[in-house]
């Protein structure tokens, strides 16, 4: 293994409309330009989805699977949202990665994650099978190796290090104690267990993540006849540096397209990003 290479795998400097280079400059630090959104999905076509896939390949697959495929499915399709933040400019990621929090107890009191790569290509079954091998991997070994960086007496000082050492830099090496480009395109939290109503999940520094995902739950909705429908609650934190209104706008109508015909768009999603 090389002592030192690349991190993150980049396609070049991005062109930005005038406004979205102001935005670059305009905050010094991603908890300025922090944005929060609260968005609700009908949940039906999504749990049916979800229970058919489950069902067919003998997994568990949860509305945090179906809602990282979804995201990445949304990065394809946009890919001016698949960037890096490095040096006051955007490069964009040439794949789609996301990253998982893990818990590594039952009480969720030990934390660690793991990054799901190419999962715009990727079934919903295949991202549910790669996630629960790497979970387990993670708790058989306490942590791997974000578990060092936890324990490590200058973890502070070597976490702000990191950050501009792989991303700033865009280097990589394994006497960091940190995986490879470990944080991917965006992140997607299953912040259920919480028994909050919203869940605003922090966009960590070090990641350099322009969108993380809070996937709350189910909220029951009754209309003027008594009739129950099921709604999924997400809430959005995303980095209005790199992801503006005009780019948060078109996140949100091709998420609700998502859950109003799963089939349609993850299935062809998966062929089109095979193909590419």
């Not at 990054?115 to 993670?138: Q, S």
């Amino acid at each position: 293994m090389a002592w030192l290479s690349r991190n993150v795998n980049l396609s070049g400097e991005m062109e930005l409309s005038p406004w979205r280079g102001l935005a670059l400059v305009a905050w010094e630090s991603v908890s300025d330009a922090s944005v929060h959104a609260v968005v609700e999905m009908e949940a039906g076509p999504m749990l049916r989805y979800i229970g058919r896939v489950g069902k067919k390949a003998g997994l568990r697959v949860t509305p945090a699977h179906f809602t990282g495929k979804a995201i990445a499915d949304t990065f394809r399709r946009l890919p001016d949202l698949n960037c890096l933040l490095r040096r006051g400019r955007l490069y964009r990621r040439r794949d789609v990665d996301i990253f998982f929090p893990v818990a590594l107890d039952r009480d969720g009191e030990n934390l660690s994650g793991t990054v799901i790569r190419n999962v715009d290509e990727k079934p919903l079954d295949t991202i549910a099978g790669e996630l629960a091998e790497a979970a387990g991997r993670l708790r058989k070994d306490g942590g791997g190796k974000f578990g060092a960086i936890r324990s490590h007496v200058l973890r502070r000082a070597l976490m702000r290090f990191s950050g501009f050492f792989l991303y700033t830099l865009n280097l990589w090496s394994p006497a960091l104690g940190i995986p490879r480009d470990a944080f991917g395109s965006a992140a997607v939290t299953d912040v259920s267990t919480f028994g909050s109503d919203y869940v605003f999940p922090p966009l960590l520094p070090v990641a350099r993540l322009p969108l993380v995902v809070g996937v709350v739950g189910l909220v029951e909705r009754y209309d003027a006849k008594g009739r129950r429908t099921d709604w999924l609650r997400l809430c959005f934190v995303f980095d209005h540096r790199v992801i503006d209104g005009v780019y948060a706008g078109r996140i949100c109508q091709h998420l609700k397209a998502v859950w109003a015909e799963p089939e349609k768009h993850l299935d062809a999603g998966n062929a089109a990003g095979r193909q590419a």
